[in-house]
């Protein structure tokens, strides 16, 4: 049970540079989640997932786009990076047990735009 | 808007000493609470959270939390701090929206301990 995964764990882009980091979980969560953290600030909600085939903006979703293809996965996509979305990236997922979820996070994507 | 305040941005302790780090939320319906720890390069652990019930709160490495409603906060309390909990510490709040549920996050505490 590896819990939740990141895919990358580093990269560096150059503006309008295209990239999908990947997230996955193997403990059937129903509820899937973008956050990124910037340094002062907290993290920051991006997009989610309520289940396959359904997403929903965040706080935060401008210049971002998700997919949830299969419950597992949760893939968050920049088509054009652009320096402001240098950041650290957490995934994270939750289950629903009578209203009381808890979240559990990914060890985090660190992206630089350049 | 619902919101979480983490008054502290940077706490320093000495190893030993009583920990309490400071969070305060606004939210108008029955809150869902969390305390989550992050080491440097890690992700967040969930340390504790509360749902409903006893409003004093036990979680994992020793760490306890109590619900005050008339206060509108959930502080973290450590009875005697270890070097190893030298690490940032986040506030959340769990709000609903849309049929689901969503954190805000509070901008976190760091948290030196001093040997």
């Known amino acids: 049970n590896a819990g939740v995964t990141q895919t990358p764990k580093f990269r560096v882009l150059k503006t309008g540079q295209s990239m999908t980091l990947l997230c996955a979980q193997d403990m059937n969560h129903e509820y899937m989640y973008w956050y990124r953290q910037d340094p002062g600030m907290g993290l920051r909600l991006i997009h989610y997932?309520?289940?396959?085939?359904?997403?929903a903006k965040g706080e935060v979703p401008d210049g971002y786009n998700v997919s949830r293809l299969k419950k597992q996965n949760f893939l968050l996509g920049l088509e054009s990076a652009a320096p402001s979305q240098t950041s650290v990236y957490f995934c994270?997922?939750?289950?629903?047990?009578?209203?009381?979820?808890?979240?559990?996070f990914g060890p985090g994507t660190r992206l630089l735009v350049l | 808007a619902q919101s979480v305040t983490q008054p502290d941005i940077h706490i320093t302790v000495s190893e030993g000493a009583s920990l309490e780090l400071r969070c305060n939320y606004s939210?108008?319906?029955?809150?869902?609470l969390f305390w989550y720890v992050q080491s440097p390069g890690q992700g967040l652990q969930l340390l504790l959270k509360?749902?409903?019930?006893?409003?004093l709160v036990q979680g994992i490495k020793g760490f306890e939390a109590e619900f005050k409603r008339s206060q509108s906060s959930f502080n973290l309390r450590k009875p005697s701090v270890h070097w190893s909990d030298a690490a940032e510490y986040f506030c959340a709040v769990g709000v609903f929206q849309g049929g689901s549920e969503k954190l805000v996050f509070g901008k976190g505490t760091k948290l030196t301990v001093n040997p």
């Open positions: 994270a997922s939750s289950y629903d047990d009578s209203d009381q979820e808890t979240q559990y």
């Open positions: 509360y749902f409903s019930g006893d409003t």
């Open positions: 939210y108008g319906a029955t809150p869902y």
């Open positions: 997932s309520v289940g396959e085939g359904t997403t």
